[in-house]
Structures are given as structure tokens and as C-alpha cells.
């Protein structure tokens, strides 16, 4: 009953700044957990940063706090993240996903929606 469609990714150089935006669509009342998530090649999918609903809690992993921010618009039914002093290994697939029953919201496997990826790349 949800989906999600992400945009927003691209190249960029060191240092530069993108934003990706995920808009949600369908069903969208009662969701837990919005978050982002990315996925190098050879690597485990890892959260990025997440919003907890209910209480409006955010959340970043230790290798992008400062650096990265989560967002929404509540009118658009859109979560961002805003991704600044972008550095060579933030280079991979971004998701947006969404937790739509009560629980946590710092594993991948809690998530049962997903946007389709798109990717960052970051150059030297």
C-alpha cells in the first residue's frame, strides 16, 4: 500500500553537498519508521539515519552525524536527506524505507517498504 520513489542522486566531488528527496505515496497513515539506508558493493545495506514518527526522534550513524541531515514535509509526504562534506566513501546506492507496525528503527530488516535505490558517487 506504500510505495516510494526516490530522486536526487548523482555524482558530485569531495567536499560537495547533495540532496535526495523520497516521496511516499499510498497508504501513509500509521508509519513507525522513516529512514535511510546505502549499500557499497561487497557490503552490508547500513542505516544512514532515521526518523522515529511517533515522537519525531531523529537518528544518524556515527560515519555521517554532522555531516548528513533527515528532514520531512509532512505536506508532500516527503522524507530528504540532505548529505553535506561528501566524502569518497559515502560512494553508494541510497534507499529510502518505511516501517508501517510498532517497533524499532535502527535494523534494515525492521523496514517492510522500500524505495527502488539510486545512487551517489563521490570522486576525489
Known amino acids: 500500500q506504500v510505495q516510494l520513489v526516490e530522486s536526487g542522486g548523482g555524482s558530485v566531488q569531495a567536499g560537495g553537498s547533495l540532496r535526495l528527496s523520497c516521496a511516499a505515496s499510498?497508504?501513509?497513515?500509521?508509519?513507525?519508521?522513516m529512514g535511510w539506508f546505502r549499500q557499497a558493493p561487497g557490503k552490508e545495506r547500513e542505516r544512514v539515519a532515521h526518523i522515529y514518527k511517533r515522537t519525531g526522534s531523529l537518528s544518524y550513524s556515527d560515519s555521517v552525524r554532522g555531516r548528513f541531515t533527515i528532514s520531512q514535509d509532512n505536506a508532500k509526504n516527503t522524507v530528504y536527506l540532505d548529505m553535506n562534506s561528501l566524502k569518497p566513501e559515502d560512494t553508494a546506492i541510497y534507499y529510502c524505507?518505511?516501517?508501517?507496525?510498532?517497533?524499532?528503527?535502527?535494523?534494515?530488516?525492521?523496514?517492510?517498504?522500500w524505495g527502488q535505490g539510486t545512487q551517489v558517487t563521490v570522486s576525489s
Open positions: 524505507a518505511a516501517r508501517t507496525v510498532p517497533g524499532g528503527c535502527f535494523s534494515r530488516n525492521e523496514y517492510d517498504y
Open positions: 499510498g497508504y501513509t497513515a500509521s508509519r513507525y519508521c
